[in-house]
């Protein structure tokens, strides 16, 4: 699907031509598709704009996008996929501009936050002590009194529980969701920091990386940047605020080089 005089032609012509070479039986799902549709590039990022909205496609369309509907499957591809694209939320063609913008700022802030807080925390708290201001040092170096594990490892573990329970919430019936995610976030969260398991600086980084990412409208980027999240935090367990330029600057390549549709 596409509009005449507003998309380009080279889109829809790339589109048909690789809707042609699929040589599949049968599609089942959505991946199968969207891997024809963006050469099956092997990448984190999303490349093609997944949604059940009627506007959200709509509005596509009216960018110059290509859409694509698959018989059976519930939903609409948008093609090329962007950065601008995936941090658009539904509604914000229904607020007034200024506050439109607000929000998506908002949005690329908490994306630098959810990806850069837990990796910041390590390399300060285990390699650059130094660069902490001396109040805020104090404080971490007094919450983390009596606690076995080392900096790395607390924030390594706690990404690690927040994703399961995370997972878990989703696989669990709506009614019990909630109450899971109650006991493991204040019930068991406040028993492992009073038993010294870990520090309440910790548990604060980690609820405020994974609120952060909460604030991403496509899911298909969230879950990207939780891997990449927690990818950031081992490499700064290994060699502090190195790891993360290093982190950075392989995604910051990894993006430039990624063309969906040759865009």
């Known amino acids: 699907v596409w509009l005449e005089g507003l998309t380009n032609q080279n889109l829809v012509s790339e589109t048909a031509r690789r809707l042609e070479q699929m040589d599949v039986d049968v599609v089942l799902g959505t991946q ?14 999303p490349l093609a704009f997944l949604t059940q909205r009627p506007d959200r496609f709509c509005q596509g369309l009216m960018d110059g996008r290509v859409g694509v509907f698959c018989d059976g499957i519930a939903q609409g591809w948008l093609l090329p996929g962007t950065a601008s694209l995936f941090l658009r939320a539904p509604q914000d063609g229904n607020n007034q501009w200024m506050s439109a913008r607000a ?18 925390y390590i390399s300060m708290a285990a390699f650059h002590f130094g660069l902490m201001p001396t109040a805020l040092a104090e404080s971490i170096s007094a919450a983390r009194q009596s606690v076995p594990v080392s900096p790395p490892l607390e924030v390594v573990l706690l990404l690690l529980a927040f994703e399961i329970l ?16 109650i006991i493991g976030s204040l019930v068991v969260g406040q028993a492992a920091v009073e038993a010294k398991l870990f520090s309440p600086v910790v548990v604060v980084v980690v609820a405020a990386a994974g609120i952060a990412g909460y604030t991403l409208p496509n899911q298909d980027l969230a879950n990207a940047l939780r891997a990449v999240r927690f990818g950031l935090a081992v490499m ?16 910051c390549c990894r993006l430039s080089e990624l063309e969906p549709l040759g865009v």
């Open 103 to 120: 929000l998506a700022f908002v949005r690329y802030l908490s994306v630098i936050i959810s990806l850069l807080l837990p990796a910041g």
């Open 236 to 251: 700064a367990s290994f060699v502090g605020l190195l790891g993360v330029i290093l982190g950075l600057g392989w995604l």
């Open 32 to 45: 199968m598709l969207t891997d024809t549709l963006t050469d099956g590039q092997r990448t984190l990022i």
């Open 166 to 181: 995370q997972e878990a919430g989703l696989r669990i019936p709506q009614l019990n969701g909630q109450s899971v995610s």
